[in-house]
């Protein structure tokens, strides 16, 4: 049979304030557990929430960003369901009314097309706090210091048809929530988290099947494994003729499986109600108005920018402004170099990047800052150095940092432009490759043209990289006639 794959993805995002989103605990990561759980967190007798108006703005902000209507009245509500990091017994969280309604998101697709990806909603909740099962010989502790964290739950329309589809989803929301400020999506601390829903269905078929839900997917790399493992489970119990069963799931990173952990709970098993501690949350306009007014710019228009006033072609634009901490480096190059952004962007996207990568590191904890960087490409862009002698001071300064300027002086690194000298080189270059001269001479110009890399390589091994290739070239081309 032919199966059509149907995926929605719920994101939990947890936002960057300072405080609880219904208590003044502080909501730093690492503090030793159960340091920061107050009596509001814990849902003592007699407590009351105050709702944190922060949390409420980068919602707003949130909504703003994916074009969304953002409701004049939303209500909290407690779901009610036991688990033992939830120490209320019941989650405060948004139902019927939550405070960003429907949106979407642009993907950019592997062929370079853009996909737009319905948003559901967008409702603020309370985070649970943690299970921790190491160290505990069989049994397991428990840490409420994430416990009230504010957390902001984007659910998806049911629109990927693809775990690649899923993952360039999940990223543009990850993009998107940073360059707004509202979180640092640092999936390794939890701060962003996904909650996969897939089905298949056969093609053709207007109805949807029955869904599993992934929980708790914390690595884009594992967004694409988990549902890919869930598709596979649900394509072989299908075509052996078996039904799907609703439920939620986990992914099994060693074994590269899912396995369920519990069947799926509809809506009415939580019995959702208004809680009673919480008036209905009103938004005015005039607190959208000024939400609006601090929005930055977004991915999408700093993409259309670069195209426009840096001449970036749209790969280069959108790999450089995929991150707001990325497109701020990139913009810090091209001003402190004074090059030609096409020039800086292939050292950000490929030197630095694929440094970056190689050493499992992002842009946040880059040994080379934009100002070193940008020294170094200022130094190619004005040919006191060559592009090959560039990648050796790149490698110094990620090892032991300083400036471009300064290893150039150090080890001697100047590129030689001086006419004479070069000249002096291909001379003796040309003495010592009669063979390669003459098949050179006997060849057309095509050929020509590949056996110049000759030359060249062994002037610049001559020069020890020093000498500028462009004067090479053009040395070259009047002596070889």
């Keep these: 049979m032919s199966w059509e794959v149907v995926i929605g993805l719920e994101v939990h995002v947890q936002l960057a304030t300072q405080s609880k989103i219904f208590s003044g605990s502080s909501t730093e990561f690492g503090a030793e557990p159960n340091t920061q759980a107050s009596l509001i967190d814990l849902g003592m007798p007699g407590v009351l929430p105050v709702l944190n108006a922060d949390a409420v703005e980068k919602a707003v902000k949130f909504g703003l960003g994916i074009d969304a209507q953002i409701t004049p009245k939303s209500v909290f509500a407690r779901k009610n369901y036991f688990y033992p990091d939830l120490p209320k017994g019941y989650q405060i969280s948004q139902f019927e009314l939550p405070i960003v309604g429907m949106g979407h998101i642009e993907i950019t697709l592997e062929d370079g097309s853009t996909k737009r990806i319905g948003v559901t909603r967008a409702h603020l909740e309370e985070d649970a706090g943690k299970s921790l099962h190491e160290d505990f010989h069989g049994m397991s502790g428990i840490d409420l210091n994430r416990a009230g964290t504010p957390l902001l739950e984007i659910v998806s329309e049911p629109d990927m048809r693809s775990a690649k589809e899923a993952v360039a989803y999940a990223k543009a929301i990850h993009s998107l929530i940073r360059y707004l400020g509202i979180s640092d999506g640092d999936m390794s601390q939890g701060s962003m988290r996904c909650d996969c829903n897939v089905s298949l269905r056969q093609k053709g078929e207007e109805k949807f099947g029955t869904r599993r839900e992934i929980k708790n997917v914390n690595s884009f790399k594992n967004v694409e494994k988990a549902i890919n493992a869930e598709i596979e489970w649900q394509m072989d119990e299908l075509e052996s003729g078996r039904e799907i069963q609703q439920a939620t799931v986990l992914y099994d990173v060693n074994k590269d499986k899912t396995f369920a952990m519990r069947s799926k709970e509809e809506a009415n098993d939580y019995r959702y109600f208004p809680d009673p501690d919480l008036l209905p949350l009103e938004v005015t306009e005039a607190v959208i108005n000024r939400v609006r007014q601090d929005l930055p710019e977004l991915?999408?228009?700093?993409?259309?920018r670069f195209m426009a006033e840096l001449e970036l072609s749209d790969y280069d634009a959108r790999v450089l402004a995929a991150d707001r901490v990325l497109a701020d480096y990139f913009e810090t190059v091209v001003k402190e170099s004074g090059a030609k952004p096409k020039l800086c962007a292939n050292w950000v996207s490929v030197e630095l990047l694929g440094a970056l990568n190689k050493n499992d590191l992002d842009i946040d904890t880059s040994p080379v800052s934009a100002e070193q960087l940008g020294g170094l490409v200022k130094r190619i862009a004005d040919n006191t150095i060559s592009g090959k002698i560039a990648k050796?001071?790149?490698?110094?300064?990620?090892?032991?940092?300083?400036?471009?300027?300064?290893?150039?002086?150090?080890?001697?690194?100047?590129?030689?432009?001086?006419?004479?000298?070069?000249?002096?080189?291909?001379?003796?270059?040309?003495?010592?490759?009669?063979?390669?001269?003459?098949?050179?001479?006997?060849?057309?110009d095509n050929k020509r043209k590949k056996l110049i890399g000759y030359f060249v390589g062994q002037t610049m091994k001559l020069s020890k990289g020093k000498a500028n290739p462009q004067m090479v070239n053009q040395i070259l081309a009047k002596k070889l006639v």
């Design 299 to 304: 991915p999408t228009q700093k993409i259309e």
């Design 392 to 444: 050796q001071i790149f490698e110094e300064l990620w090892n032991n940092g300083g400036t471009a300027d300064q290893i150039i002086e150090a080890k001697g690194l100047k590129q030689e432009t001086d006419t004479g000298a070069i000249e002096a080189i291909v001379d003796q270059v040309i003495a010592d490759s009669a063979d390669q001269v003459a098949q050179y001479l006997a060849a057309d």
